[in-house]
């Protein structure tokens, strides 16, 4: 793993391949870290492009802040702002899943001199995610985020009694071998508290940042299977990109697209940076 650091903390990065093609830039989700697109990474190198995936906020050992307040979506898209700016290569073409999207809607929007093209994976735009709250079953799926929020508790309980955390994981649709790597990369390495940190942190962010509008050429890709995100959401994420727009919705994939469709994400991935 390399590293990079940026306002005082220290970031490990997976970084890989030529940028003949140019760079593309991968953001993961909760509760994992860049190994989570360990699948795809190979599909995009081979294609001619760079990839750079960092083990975000909260997840790098040497990025792991315990103030919940530094965790809100502004400083999330502010470190990979820093990692960008020193790739020096340019505007490059960026990808997100589940928490790691979110984060990747919020740069596009408020730096698209930094971004070619974007890829939001599962998570759809910030505020079409907050409207499907309240127009469809959304609500009831996204109990968890009320269940993170007390200090202390939850990182207790899913440390220390493992079993309810593998359950929680495997409603998901996560298999065995990626609950173990939670397991191994988040909870054994201490990185569980700063990954919960960025749940607490939600309600942070002013809402005219939530609802700033994406002018790069964007794909959304759903899976229809996932228990965590409701289609409403992925449906109205349209009304917050300006530039060319594409839904695709992968009808066999739940939530876990980057490891269990890996082969069809990369094909969409470089369909988008083709398509620019």
Excluded: C
Excluded at 1 to 16: E, H, I, K, P
């Amino acid at each position: 793993m390399d590293q990079y650091s940026y306002m005082g903390l220290t970031f490990d990065v997976a970084d890989a391949g030529e940028p003949r093609e140019g760079t593309i830039v991968l953001l993961h989700g909760f509760p994992q870290t860049s190994y989570s697109w360990r699948k795809v990474t190979p599909i995009l190198n081979a294609a001619g492009y760079r990839t750079v995936a960092p083990d975000q906020r909260g997840y790098s050992p040497g990025a792991r802040p315990a103030a919940r307040t530094v965790y809100r979506s502004s400083e999330l898209i502010d470190d990979v702002v820093g990692l960008i700016t020193r790739l020096d290569s340019g505007p490059v073409h960026l990808v997100g899943h589940d928490w790691g999207a979110a984060v990747a809607w919020g740069l596009a929007g408020s730096r698209p001199d930094l971004v070619r093209t974007l890829t939001s994976v599962s998570v759809p735009h910030p505020a079409a995610f907050i409207k499907s709250l309240f127009s469809s079953d959304q609500l009831l799926k996204s109990w968890y985020m009320a269940a993170f929020q007390p200090p202390l508790l939850p990182d207790l309980l899913l440390s220390r009694v493992p079993i309810v955390l593998d359950q929680m994981l495997r409603r998901s649709g996560m298999d065995s071998e990626q609950i173990a790597d939670v397991h191994r990369l988040v909870v054994d390495t201490g990185a569980l508290g700063g990954a919960l940190n960025w749940y607490r942190a939600m309600g942070m962010t002013s809402p005219p940042n939530l609802a700033r509008r994406v002018a790069v050429p964007t794909t959304h890709v759903w899976g229809a299977k996932d228990t965590a995100l409701s289609r409403r959401g992925a449906e109205l994420a349209e009304g917050y990109a300006v530039a060319d727009y594409r839904l695709e919705v992968l009808p066999n994939s739940g939530h876990w697209i980057p490891e269990h469709d890996a082969e069809r994400l990369g094909q969409l991935i470089l369909d988008r940076v083709h398509g620019n």
